[in-house]
């Protein structure tokens, strides 16, 4: 059998990336000795070449409806060399019989890879290889470790481990819940603090929690179950919320320079023990996916358990109170926007204490409600891009791609992308960044604090949102500039020495309304 690689598709490299792709040190991880070292291509680096790819490889290919397109192109290409193709990832989840048909695939894993990925090589191997693989849903005591030593350490800003996977909730725009399932599935404490001591020891000290929803239960479930006199519930859902205290009680006991980052629900702001249990744990940063500034754009994504207005100031407020950073996520072109909802976005994130924002425009992605309603209010009369049906939108070649997709009453697409980007340089304006800087002390520390602020601006917006081509590599250069720069700031002294502290008996005292 020949070489095993693992690829991260990816349109635009930057030479340097932000958060290392956790899955191809994943399946790295779950590859068996047999095969050799997997070789990983992560496409936000540096593209792969056809010459990389020989007859007889096995080439896994993981993909997410953005770099889809991509990803069909490396299939294909491996597949002409003479390899064999293996496509997985949420998006082959939700459409094997595309990767066949587009991607060149000679099978394709839907759900989990973790667990099924060694069948699959030993039945390459066989020369039996299946078409499709349903790797389920891993619970979380057989997540399957990243082999952590097989990464590139001057390549990435920030390292990944993940902690939990699902969400209980359910808006509207989000596939995460459809596709993780909602029940959380919480790895073990020994196994992340494993994970992390290894990255401390290579160097690594900023840690993204790569999870969908770091606050799994919130205290209003658990007096839900409660008042219901639910008993099996209620101590289901207590034993998650142990275990989330038992994993912050553990990430406090390592090296004090070590800070994380996670995304939440707004809820747990209403939980000031769990804010106190991530301060200790150093979780200095959230992704709070607010999206919506109106009570109204809030239910019309199914997320009317975030709060608008002034209580949601005060809402988001309370976690920098609690020493706890925010990079506010907020959405443009839902049904009920109007051109006054920018400006009033625009003033909310900077009355909110929020630390950064991203401003994304409504896009419909596979395996949402939104997408399944669209698509069927769209069947049989979908406008065509380039020979593709909309409703296959990342078909489409990224140059040409629609920045919006369903007809919004008031506005045009135009108008939205053009709003949406006049958010971004007024949040990203000098001045507003060197206001925001005031959260960190030295000069040093702020002038970092504008590079990563122009950097994360630069990634995002410009190469995401712009028109302009021109514009868009402009962006992509500049990045590709300035984010080596960056990453030496993120970087600390290895400590190959440190060593994985043992479990303790849980330091904070019980959750509320629980004996
Ligand atoms: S957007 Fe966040 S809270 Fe909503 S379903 Fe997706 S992961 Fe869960």
């Known amino acids: 059998m020949g070489r095993v690689h693992l690829v991260n598709p990816s349109d635009t490299a930057f030479g340097t990336a932000v958060i290392t792709p956790r899955w191809l040190y994943v399946l790295a991880g779950a590859t068996p000795e047999a095969f050799g070292d ?24 993981g993909i997410h409806t953005a770099n889809a397109l991509r990803g069909y192109e490396v299939g294909r290409i491996a597949r002409e060399r003479g390899a064999y193709v293996v496509f997985g990832g949420i998006h082959a989840s939700l459409y094997p019989e595309e990767a066949h048909e587009i991607g060149g695939a000679h099978a394709v894993v839907t759900g989990d890879g973790d ?33 952590w030593d097989l990464l590139p350490r001057k390549k990435y800003m920030w390292a990944s481990v993940q902690t939990v996977r699902g969400c209980p909730k359910h808006c509207s725009f989000c596939s995460v819940w459809r596709t993780d399932g909602q029940e959380p599935r919480a790895s073990t404490a020994e196994s992340v603090v494993r994970e992390v001591v290894e990255l401390r020891r290579m160097g690594f000290r900023f840690i993204a929690l790569a999870e969908d ?17 639910n008993t099996a519930a209620f101590e289901a859902l207590k034993a998650i919320r142990d275990e989330r205290f038992e994993l912050m009680d553990r990430l406090a006991q390592l090296p004090k320079d070590l800070i994380f980052f996670t995304q939440i629900t707004m809820e747990a702001a209403e939980d000031p023990e769990f804010l106190a249990a991530m301060k200790r744990a150093r979780i200095a940063g959230a992704l709070v996916g607010v999206e919506s500034v109106t009570p109204e754009g809030l239910k019309s994504i199914y997320k009317d358990f975030n709060l608008a207005g002034d209580a949601l100031v005060e809402r988001l407020r309370s976690f920098r109170e609690h020493g706890i950073h925010v990079l506010g996520s907020f959405i443009f072109g839902l049904s009920t926007d109007r051109q006054e909802t920018f ?78 980007q006049q958010v971004w340089d007024r949040f990203y304006s000098f001045g507003a960044v060197w206001r925001r800087s005031r959260c960190v002390r030295s000069i040093k520390a702020r002038l970092a604090f504008v590079l990563i602020s122009k950097l994360y601006r630069q990634m995002y917006a410009n190469t995401g949102i712009s028109t302009d081509s021109a514009r868009v590599s402009r962006a992509s250069r500049w990045a590709r500039w300035i984010a080596k720069p960056c990453r030496r700031l993120f970087a600390a002294r290895p400590m190959p020495d440190l060593a994985v502290p043992p479990p303790t008996p849980r330091l904070a005292p019980p959750a509320p309304g629980t004996c």
Do not use: C
Not at 213 to 229: C, G, H, I, Q
Not at 350 to 365: E, G, H, K, N
Not at 375 to 390: D, F, H, I, N, T
């Open 115 to 147: 667990g099924v990925w060694p069948r699959v090589l030993e039945d390459f191997a066989a020369g039996t290889p299946s078409r499709v693989y349903d790797g389920g849903k891993v619970r979380g005591n057989a997540f399957v470790a990243a082999r």
């Open 343 to 420: 400006d009033a976005t625009l003033d909310l994130a900077l009355r909110s204490d929020l630390t950064f924002a991203q401003f994304v425009t409504l896009t419909p992605f596979p395996g949402s409600v939104d997408f399944a309603r669209w698509e069927a209010s769209v069947k049989g009369r979908e406008p065509l891009v380039q020979g593709v049906p909309l409703t296959r939108h990342w078909l489409i070649p990224p140059q040409q791609r629609p920045k919006l997709y369903s007809p919004h009453p008031t506005m045009s697409a135009e108008e939205i992308r053009r709003y949406t």
């Open 38 to 61: 997997p070789h990983l291509i992560d496409e936000t680096l540096e593209q792969s070449t056809p010459s990389m790819f020989e007859p007889g490889d096995i080439v896994g290919i």
């Open 213 to 229: 929803n770091f606050y799994p239960v919130t205290l209003k479930d658990l007096a839900m179950a409660e008042r219901r006199a």
